[in-house]
């Protein structure tokens, strides 16, 4: 969990191969649905470009097919809402939760300069980006986007609903004791990949 721009997709990425876990990213399957041209994408473009929450009947059914296949994942971006914390711990018994904190000047910073390859996926900042990393989403039949919710109303309907609705969900699972990893996303993407390893090995290797 962590609101938007924290780095979950980024440290997910890594984290979920170095542990062998499966990288469940409910927004890339929900752009993916998009981009499949579906009746459900077609509704859910719509939530997505505003940066609202998608409805529980469309998102779930995806979740609930994700977690039928596979018990060892790492989940990004789910639960949001207090319904889907409930779903969650419903339907299976989470490990820990990882929050990855950063303020909201660096949020909209980061969204502002974020570019995505469409064929693997990769997230790059745009300024940082190299010939290679263009080449290789290139060679790879894909092309570097901005994502269409990454717009300054976008963004801050998106951040409103991360602090009214999805941060107070890590209240209801603290009540649950189920562990809770606090990280600060604002140091270096290796110091946080590197804090993210230490503090999650208890919970995966035994
Ligand atoms: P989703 O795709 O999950 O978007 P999000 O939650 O808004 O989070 P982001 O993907 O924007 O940020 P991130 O934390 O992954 O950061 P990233 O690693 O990319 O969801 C999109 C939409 O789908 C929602 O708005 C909603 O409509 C729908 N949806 C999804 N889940 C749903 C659910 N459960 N229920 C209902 N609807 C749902 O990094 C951002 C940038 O920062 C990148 O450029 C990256 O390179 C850079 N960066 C990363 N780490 C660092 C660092 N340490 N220092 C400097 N730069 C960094
Ligand atoms: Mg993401």
Known sequence: MGPQGSGKGTQAETISKKYGLEHVSIGDLLRAEVASGSETGKIVEKYMREGALIPMHINNAIVKKVLEKNKKILLDGYPRNREQAE??????????????????????????????????????IEDKITQEDIQECEKQGGKLIKRDDDKPDAIKKRLDIYNTETKPVIEIFKEQNIPIINIDGEKSIQEINDEITEKLKPYIEN
Do not use: D
């Not at 018994?93 to 693997?120: D, F, G, M």
């Open 87 to 124: 779903f969650i711990t419903e339907n299976t018994n989470p490990k820990c939760i990882i929050v990855i904190n950063i303020s909201e000047e660096e949020s909209i910073t980061r969204l502002s300069k974020r570019l995505i390859c469409t064929a693997t996926k990769k997230i790059f």
